[in-house]
Every structure is written in C-alpha cells, then in structure tokens.
C-alpha cells in the first residue's frame, strides 16, 4: 500500500475519523516531546495496539509524524550514499500548509524546508502548463521562473 495509505490507516485507528483528522494529528503532535516518550513508529508496519498501549494520544500522534519523516530521511540518507546530499527541502501539496510537518523534517532530516504554492501547487503547475500549451511560457524553466 502506498504511505499515503498507511498513514491514513493510523491516523484514522489512533487518532481521528473525521475530515478534520490531519488538523488534530498535528495539534497532538505538537503536544508531545520529541522523540514521543520513547514510542516508535513506522508507518509502513501494521498497527500494533499492543505496542501503542499505555502511550498519550498525543505521543501517538508525534511518533506516527515522526516514524513518517523517518521514513524521507533513510531516503535522503541513500541519496547522500550516491553523493546527493540535499540541504534543503521544497514541500508542496496539501501536508505543506502544515508546520508541524516542517519542524520535524528540518529536525530528523536535517535539511531546511521552503514551501512552494502550498496545497495550491497541482493548480498552479497545471495553469503553468496551459501557459506553455498557448504559448505564454517558452517550456517549463521559463513558466517555474516566472511564476516562483
């Protein structure tokens, strides 16, 4: 299943149901410490209950965010094996408006994250496209210098 999936699946069990879950996932996250008092989680695994049992909402909440950017970091960690290191990050889509998300990337990763166009971004790269389509914009470097 893809993370966004998983994801989904632990917010939804340990966290909330309603459209507003993500807004709630973070203000419990942002409740907890760093580290989430020593709870651990990936969210790729399976729920475990067992595991989670004893903890905070709020720890739960911070370990799911952060066993998430775990996640990105192995991944800039073997880039950085290959001689990619980045210093720095560009969010954008819906999980970009939030902060919290932010702070714990540039926490665990390391890198210094810059948001672009936010959850508008699938719009304005569309309108970027259209602008090349009729002739606005030469190709694309030209439509992303002007328009960032």
């Not at 807004?23 to 989430?36: M, W, Y």
């Not at 952060?66 to 969010?91: P, Q």
């Not at 959850?119 to 259209?130: E, I, P, T, Y």
């Amino acid at each position: 299943a893809s993370l966004s999936e998983r994801l989904q699946l632990y917010v939804n069990r340990y966290v909330d149901t309603t459209e507003n879950a993500y807004c709630i996932l973070s203000d419990l996250a942002a409740k907890s410490v760093s580290g989430a008092n020593g709870l651990c989680i990936c969210p790729v695994e399976e729920p475990d209950d067992n595991k989670v049992a004893g903890y905070s909402k709020e720890d739960i909440a911070r370990a799911i965010m952060e066993g998430t950017v775990r996640l990105l970091k192995e991944k800039l960690d073997d880039l950085a094996e290959r001689n990619m290191k980045a210093a720095s990050a560009v969010m954008v889509g819906g999980p970009s408006v939030d902060p919290m998300w932010h702070r714990l990337i540039e926490e665990i990763c390391g890198v210094k994250v810059r948001v672009l166009h936010g959850a508008h971004a699938g719009a304005v790269g569309a309108a970027m496209l259209a602008g090349i389509g009729v002739g606005l914009y030469k190709d694309e470097a030209e439509a992303h210098a002007i328009c960032n």
